[in-house]
């Protein structure tokens, strides 16, 4: 089986350009399944048009929502749309709409292999213990002149309005996917995150700011879900923009995004999306 996976493919802000250039590609490798580790779009509309385009361009597209595809708006959330309403209702409405997988909604097999995934969540447990930053700054995003902006637009509820910390939501969604992983029947399993898994696919840099927002790369506690399930052999994510492959004991821990035009380590938008898009026969 042929897989052909990437992510951050942020069409919203990256455009038209960008997606007819990855749908190129994707025809250009002919995979049997076309993974998108989350933060398609921002937006019903173009999220929905991306599916779209996308499916076109494979038999079989897998999806796991992306912070970004779940962000909600003040005057939206205020009328009931929090980022619970987009993971669990509108995201798995588009995808069946367009003829993908979400596999947040529920893992799938295709040709004797289980696929199941999560959003994810970041629980603080990748932040950096000796940088000096009060605990309350991750809790609100803001340190020194960063902003981290999940703060501002994810908004995930308890039930009765009040917002979940993020180790809350962390646990939710792990808790998730640890329930799809045992419907699986298939003796091989892809997992696919959006957010990190394991702290060797953080990138540590000697910046303040930068080793801030790295408490919201993703969980470690992902990661040993992840190990204790001994079929998985391949573990996707995305979120971080910095492209890794590791191997995590039989695991091949595989990060492969896009990422926004201004990170681009390529002459072009047709050698960006070449770069962002990985083959794997598995």
Request: charged letters at 25%.
């Amino acid at each position: 089986m042929r897989l052909a996976i990437t992510s951050d493919i942020h069409i919203d802000l990256n455009g038209d350009v960008v997606l007819e250039a990855l749908c190129a590609r994707v025809r250009a490798v002919k995979p049997d399944v076309l993974i998108v580790a989350g933060d398609i779009a921002t937006g019903a509309q173009t999220y929905l048009a991306t599916l779209l385009a996308l499916k076109a361009c494979a038999p079989e597209l897998l999806v796991v929502a992306g912070n970004h595809d779940v962000w909600t708006s003040p005057k939206a959330k205020a009328a009931g749309v929090d980022s619970w309403t987009w993971l669990d209702k509108l995201l798995p409405a588009l995808c069946v709409e367009a003829g993908a997988h979400l596999l947040d909604a529920g893992p799938v097999e295709l040709g004797g292999i289980g696929f199941a995934g999560s959003l994810g969540w970041f629980d603080l447990t990748m932040r950096e213990h000796t940088l000096d930053v009060p605990f309350e700054s991750y809790r609100t995003g803001r340190f020194g002149g960063v902003m981290w902006n999940d703060m501002r637009f994810a908004h995930f509820d308890d039930g009765d309005g009040r917002g979940l910390i993020s180790e809350a939501i962390a646990e939710r969604l792990r808790a998730r996917l640890s329930g799809h992983l045992r419907e699986l029947k298939a003796t091989r399993v892809v997992a696919v995150t959006h957010m990190l898994a394991w702290d060797r696919q953080v990138a540590r840099r000697d910046r303040p700011g930068w080793s801030f927002v790295n408490a919201f790369m993703g969980s470690l506690k992902m990661g040993e879900l992840l190990e204790a399930d001994k079929r998985i052999e391949l573990a996707v994510a995305g979120h971080t923009h910095i492209a890794s492959d590791h191997r995590i004991g039989r695991i091949r821990a595989l990060v492969t995004p896009l990422g926004y035009a201004r990170e681009w380590r390529a002459p072009d938008v047709t050698g960006a999306v070449e770069r962002a898009l990985a083959v794997v026969d598995l």
